[in-house]
């Protein structure tokens, strides 16, 4: 299919490539957008809380759930042996995540029994009167826990090699070794866990559940449950946000209410409240990079060896293509012509950690640009300048293989920083930086210009499919369902956006409906920021075939060769003739033309062999970069990002007002993953950075004081995309390594820019100010 498929002919409301606005932008400012919690309540409905351990790592010896069960409003107690078919819970298939913990527990916090009451603060309540005897055994809260224990590692690790490593790394001219790490990252999604389980007859049960994943929460609640997945249907209209979150964290909740329903025989509703679902659900996997950088006098790179150590929490979850991903990216957007990374995806006694926006990628990419730090202070030289020697590409056409020997056929990173590098006036205002800071003994400036080359696609194969299911109605109104979820990035209206534009209708024409699995099966999760590819392909092919329907039945009917029948704005040309598109809908279906088609969509060219480390695991690539500007006070720490200017490539947009509506938030998520947001455990394994106060994401006011964000419109992607567009989900939170880079120029400054600050992130104002405490003794 090329790009011609495509019709880009103008209409009155809704075609693809138009800045319409979110379909429920107006209900989000207006509070009237339904989310779980708004769905009236059948009447019986029960509420549900948990009781989790206070130990990181120990025994259960006995336990007492006696004041539980007597306590006010409690109608029944859940344990690890109420579960109907089996207590786990673990995405990857390996049985190493319980729904509830039976004989010992691996974190602190992890869920051991569930108390159903008549509302939920007396579920609440409930739950905190157990009396619990344990053994401690012996725990672990971080990577050099894990590893000063011999800590098993949670799944199997991951290697790509290429040339010899070794042997250059020993021969090249220069050489350095560091080491650098890397936090976590809370989703804080405004709306927290949900799931409301109504039950039916039979063995039948419908869940609403705030999740990315609806497939999977089918194949969880259904397992727990003992039961075939055609008995459970999962509904989503939208949630309050996930950025990865609900891809697996949601499964605790859904599979928990449906079996106290199925049980009881009434409605469930499941809400923990902000505390419980930071203490139980994943996060983003922090990282620990140990490199071994070898280069030239000029600052190309000969060879590079890099380790990615993960905490990946007590199960595997998503941590195996979390770690994979993260060494997709170890390159950046440099060409290694010599390289060995590997995986240390290791067991801790925390929370499993979880797929969040980038899924491992901005990890990777924040120690190879690190690497590009080092070597630039190393030789006295602006890190741009080496980061444009070393893309692919560059000095040599041969220079274009990844680490896992894939070919990088459509890179474009050269043009964007070219042209960002131009359009933000780098170079001048790098100098006067550099001239201000030698005159300001307390506030110093940095700016720093960083890529992004963001591989798309699954890197799991199978996930790479899609479903929708399209029907038109006799009124010409257009029902739409796919398999795709809403958590306010607008997939729904880019989807719309293309049925309406394949029948050259208004979009107001085509019906958004809940994401469900009783209409689309076998989904994906909607993550990758694969959405709009995978759920874009596949209503289109649904469209088209209602559509080549419509075609031959308007030849039939009116006699008239394929050649003659147009699709304009509402309305067709069928000859000479002009009809409506509900009339001529109506007399379709007077004609016995069927009017519905489930489509698919199944991603070409990818293929991977993890054992060997070689493959084409992504179908294109996004590109982007970002230029940041910030002020640090060297007396607190304190910092401003005064300016930030972003040009980002995605492709043929298909909706501009809401791809630049993602490249801001994510920026900003990204900003707070690498200056405010630290998450905390104590000594006996506590995470202490569980709620609002004294956990800190960004703020309105901390975005840049001025923000510039400008799409790459020249870009079209070279594969046959939906509309030849490119995602945008994560690709753009990577540019906010641009300000992690632009603090450390300013701490660097300190030293006179002899000495890499070799900050760690999150880049707090507490280890800001450790850093130029510590320059300043160098310089």
Request: glycine share 8%; proline share 5%.
């Amino acid at each position: 299919m090329d790009k011609s498929t495509f019709t880009t002919k103008p209409i009155i409301n809704g075609p693809m490539h138009a800045p319409l606005r979110h379909d429920s932008a107006h209900k989000h400012v207006t509070g009237t957008a339904d989310y779980i919690d708004d769905i009236p309540e059948p009447i019986g409905t029960l509420h549900m809380g948990l009781g989790l351990s206070d130990r990181a790592h120990a025994e259960i010896v006995s336990i007492d759930l006696s004041a539980v069960e007597t306590a006010p409003g409690v109608v029944c107690v859940l344990t690890g042996e109420d579960i109907p078919g089996f207590n786990d819970v673990a995405s990857t298939g390996r049985h190493d995540e319980p729904l509830l913990a039976t004989k010992d527990v691996q974190f602190h916090g992890q869920p051991i029994f569930a108390v159903v009451a008549e509302t939920r603060d007396q579920a609440r309540r409930a739950a905190r009167l157990a009396r619990i005897e344990y053994r401690d055994l012996p725990h672990w809260t971080d990577i050099d826990g894990a590893r000063d224990n011999g800590a098993p590692l949670v799944v199997e690790p991951m290697v790509l090699k290429r040339g010899e490593p070794q042997t250059e790394i020993e021969k090249a001219p220069l050489r350095i070794q560091g080491s650098m790490s890397i936090g976590g990252q809370e989703h804080f999604y405004l709306e927290g866990q949900i799931a409301l389980a109504i039950p039916g007859e039979d063995e039948d049960i419908i869940v609403w559940s705030s999740t990315q994943h609806p497939s999977e929460v089918q194949h969880m609640v259904a397992h727990v449950l003992g039961i075939a997945n055609n008995a459970v249907e999962v509904r989503t209209r939208r949630m309050g946000g996930g950025f990865g979150g609900k891809e697996t964290q949601g499964n605790h909740f859904a599979a928990l209410a449906a079996v106290a329903a199925k049980k009881l025989k009434r409605a469930v509703k499941f809400r923990p409240d902000r505390d419980e679902d930071m203490t139980v659900t994943g996060k983003r996997h922090d990282f620990r990079v140990d490199y071994d950088v070898a280069f030239d006098e000029d600052g190309r790179i000969h060879a590079v060896d890099a380790t990615y150590a993960a905490r990946c929490g007590f199960s595997a979850d998503l941590s195996g293509p979390v770690t994979d991903r993260a060494l997709f990216h170890a390159d950046s957007s440099y060409f290694y012509p010599h390289v060995h990374l590997t995986s240390q995806p290791l067991k801790t006694h925390t929370v499993s950690n979880t797929a969040f926006r980038g899924f491992g990628g901005p990890q990777g990419v924040l120690g190879a640009e690190r690497m590009i730090e080092e070597i630039a202070y190393a030789l006295g030289k602006d890190p741009l300048e080496i980061r444009k020697l070393n893309f692919y590409g560059q000095q040599g056409s041969d220079r274009t293989a990844t680490p896992y020997h894939q070919e990088v056929e459509d890179n474009v990173i050269a043009r964007i920083v070219e042209e960002l590098e131009s359009s933000c006036d780098y170079q001048a205002r790098r100098q006067a930086i550099i001239d201000f800071n030698a005159n300001s003994p307390v506030i110093r400036k940095g700016i720093a210009l960083t890529p992004v080359k963001f591989g798309i696609s699954f890197t799991m194969t199978a996930y790479n499919q899609a479903g929708a299911l399209v029907h038109i109605y006799q009124d010409g109104s257009i029902h739409l369902n796919h398999g795709g979820t809403e958590m306010g990035q607008g997939l729904y209206t880019k989807v719309a956006q293309v049925v309406a534009d394949t029948f050259q209708v208004d979009i107001d024409r085509v019906k958004i409906t809940a994401t469900t699995t009783g209409k689309v099966p076998n989904t994906s999760a909607t993550a990758a920021s694969s959405g709009s590819d995978l759920n874009g392909m596949a209503a289109y092919d649904a469209a088209r075939q209602i559509k080549e329907r419509l075609i031959d039945f308007a030849c039939r009917q009116w006699e008239v060769d394929r050649s003659e029948v147009e699709f304009l704005p509402n309305r067709l040309r069928i000859g000479g003739e002009i009809v409506p598109f509900d009339t001529f809908v109506r007399a379709a279906y007077y004609g016995r033309v069927h009017l519905s088609a489930a489509g698919f969509y199944k991603t070409p060219k990818i293929h991977w062999d993890r054992e060997a480390g070689r493959g084409r695991p992504f179908y294109y690539f996004s590109y982007g970069a970002a230029c940041s500007e910030v002020s640090i006070d060297t007396l607190t720490g304190e910092y401003l990002v005064d300016r930030t200017d972003i040009l980002h490539d995605v492709g043929r947009s298909l909706n501009p007002a809401l791809d630049i509506g993602q490249i801001e938030g994510g920026f900003v998520q990204g900003m707070g993953w690498l200056t405010t947001e630290e998450l905390w455990w104590d000594a006996k394994g506590r995470l202490r950075t569980h709620a609002p106060s004294t956990y800190k994401i960004p703020l309105a006011s901390d975005r840049p004081k001025e923000f510039n964000v400008k799409l790459a419109e020249w870009s079209e992607n070279a594969e046959p995309t939906i509309g030849r567009s490119k995602a945008v989900g994560e690709p753009p939170f990577v540019l906010a390594i641009s300000v992690f880079e632009a603090i450390s120029m300013a701490v660097a400054s300190v030293a006179d820019y002899t000495v890499c600050p070799r900050l760690d992130a999150p880049a707090t104002p507490e280890r800001v100010l450790m850093a130029v405490e510590r320059l300043k003794q160098m310089g």
